[in-house]
């Protein structure tokens, strides 16, 4: 199975990376979020001029010591590019199957779960180097990500071990969806209904401590908080405390249990999708 796994998904990365059309728009996003969110939502454009260091202190206490709002921004938008570019990377999985591509595995000798497996290896690839290449971004705008002195490589693997699991986890759901459903619109219609609110249900533009009480609720429970809150500990820190890695350690175990919890429904899902018809 792991022969059929690799080959379906390096042919589906093949498409991919020979199609710069499919690579770009996903940057581009990231960087409008990045320099756009990062200009006109930065809060300290709401603190008068005349209030000097105040503005860069009141920053610092409301966004868990981000020097600028790009840095607490950073991950959140990651985080979105992951969600956005999950949900509509099953868009070849249902094109597969309406040109009949699906129909000539199912009846090959390929095993099922590698049909599966590949759908959500393909799309984490995918992501994750669009992941590094906003990090990248972020690091080279103005006022934008400001990394401590302490960073280093093993924080950086720390980062993106949590975008892995929050990636994976949403893998997983959303190739399992895109096998079940039998044209674009149907799941770009399911898409659009799921990804608003698991974007701005989070933290990913503002802290949940500021949203109202039903609303954080929901959002201290979203997996997208979660690994937020993890790679930003990373981020503004960089060497953590006992307190911080107590709490990097719990959202990394909440994240590998909500990718596993998935990971069972989008098999079982996508063997009833890929049943012969």
């Not at 929901?218 to 981020?235: C, F, G, H, Q």
């Amino acid at each position: 199975m792991l022969n059929e796994t690799l080959a379906l998904t390096f042919r589906a990365l093949r498409k991919w990376v020979r199609n710069p059309a499919s690579i770009l728009p996903g940057l581009f996003t990231a960087m409008f979020y990045l320099a756009l969110f990062g200009s006109s939502f930065n809060p300290v454009n709401l603190i008068p001029s005349g209030a000097g260091s105040q503005a860069s202190s009141i920053l610092q206490a409301t966004f868990g010591g981000a020097p600028t709002y790009i840095t607490y921004l950073t991950s959140g938008v990651i985080c979105i590019i992951l969600v956005f570019n999950m949900a509509f990377g099953g868009i070849d999985l249902v094109l597969d199957r309406q040109l009949g591509y699906l129909s000539s595995l199912l009846t090959a000798p390929v095993p099922r779960a590698a049909i599966y497996l590949s759908g959500v290896a393909q799309n984490l690839v995918k992501v994750l180097i669009l992941a590094v290449l906003t990090f990248i971004v972020a690091l080279f705008l103005p006022n934008g990500l400001q990394l401590p002195s302490t960073f280093n490589m093993l924080d950086f693997v720390g980062i993106f071990s949590a975008f892995i699991l929050l990636g994976l986890g949403l893998s997983f759901v959303f190739t399992a969806l895109a096998l079940s459903v039998r044209s674009i619109d149907s799941l770009v219609a399911i898409v659009n209904f799921l990804t608003l609110p698991i974007m701005f249900m989070s933290n990913a533009f503002f802290p949940s401590s500021s949203f109202p009480s039903w609303l954080k609720t929901i959002a201290d429970v979203n997996p997208v908080t979660k690994a937020n809150e993890a790679a930003r500990l990373l981020i503004v820190n960089g060497s953590l405390s006992q307190s911080q890695l107590s709490t990097y350690g719990w959202d990394m175990v909440y994240l590998a249990v909500f990718a596993a919890l998935l990971g069972v429904i989008g098999y079982l899902a996508a063997r009833r999708a890929l049943r012969p018809e």
